[in-house]
């Protein structure tokens, strides 16, 4: 069932458009990504939807409620960590969650999500002393202390080293394991396949493509290699490798040095080649198939690199 139906959003700041009739939605239960480059739109897209700004055109559900007319009703069924997140400096972790969950008229036992969230230890440290991950940690608490179905995370590990990142990771399985559905706003290609059930991919405030990362992945004609080396005895049979293997339905390329050949293709052309091979009798070692990546994807829909 959709929580969350977002229809033809659509929004403008003077002659530059944020949003260029945007559309998705969001099941009950999942993790839903939102990925694209810094000034794609996926903030502000979430921001709609959350009810934290008015789009120009197009409609939001959240819930069965308009996020613009019934936000107040809306809030109370919804927790938030927004992009840029901070807290005066000299609050204590304690005094952050109390105030919070005074906010609520039916608010989680804040205590408790102290413990679950790994924050007990640091319940009276300042805000402004917390490390990274800590301050992570302490967000998604304060985006779930109001016992909410939806939880919005917007660019939750930017900042975070690899071993904080990989730690926020596994809270956010821990709260979609809680029966939280999660939107979750990113322009990391891992976070997003490593969490999400769904990824709606954002360029220049249009959504280009909507799918499983897995899904992306393989919907795209996106080149990938393999490489091989030939064996003792196999060298003389392969006299020509392009020859052998460059014609095969979705080899690209073929190049070899010495005994190392490498193909490139598209679509499932590595069956083909070790059809060929084996059909030949060449004996090959160090076979290397490189996996097709979400920037892979990213690349084939959008013509550059996310991180470009």
């Known amino acids: 069932m959709a929580i969350i139906e977002a229809e033809g959003l659509r929004k403008r700041y003077g002659d530059r458009v944020v949003l260029d009739r945007v559309s998705f939605s969001v099941e009950e239960g999942e993790v839903f990504g939102i990925l694209g480059p810094n000034g794609a739109g996926k903030t502000t897209a979430v921001e709609c939807v959350e009810g934290l700004r008015r789009q120009d ?20 069924h919804i927790g938030v960590q927004l992009q ?14 109390d105030l919070y969950a005074s ?32 301050c992570q940690r302490l967000f998604i608490a304060l985006a779930l202390v109001g016992d909410p179905k939806v939880a919005f995370l917007d660019e939750l590990t930017t900042g975070l080293d690899p071993q904080a990142r990989r730690a926020t990771w596994e809270l956010v399985k821990r709260v979609r394991a809680e029966g ?40 795209v004609d ?33 190049s070899r040095d010495a005994d190392l050949v490498v193909v490139v293709g598209r679509g499932d052309f590595t069956s083909a080649v070790t ?11 160090d ?19 996310l991180q470009a």
């Open 84 to 97: 840029h997140t901070r807290l005066p400096e000299n609050i204590k972790v304690w005094e952050a969650l």
């Open 103 to 134: 906010f609520y008229e039916r608010a989680r036992d804040w205590r408790g999500l102290m413990e679950r969230w790994g924050l007990a230890d640091e319940r009276n440290v300042r805000f402004g002393k917390l490390s990274g991950g800590q």
């Open 287 to 305: 076979l290397r198939i490189d996996k097709r990546t979400l920037d892979d994807a990213f690349i084939a829909l959008t013509g550059r690199s």
């Open 275 to 285: 059809a060929s091979l084996a059909r030949e009798r060449i004996l090959v070692g």
């Open 180 to 219: 939280v559905t999660v939107v979750l706003v990113s322009h990391f290609m891992d976070e997003v396949e490593e969490l999400c059930d769904r990824v709606a991919v954002l360029d220049r405030g249009a959504v280009v493509a909507l799918d499983s990362p897995a899904g992306l992945v393989d919907g």
């Open 57 to 76: 055109s197009g409609s939001v559900r959240v819930l069965g409620l308009d996020p613009l007319r019934q936000g107040r009703r809306l809030r109370e």
């Open 222 to 254: 996106a080149e990938y290699r393999m490489s091989f080396r030939l064996l003792n005895g196999s060298d003389a049979s392969v006299p020509d490798a392009e020859g052998l293997l460059g014609r095969l339905d979705g080899v690209t390329s073929v």
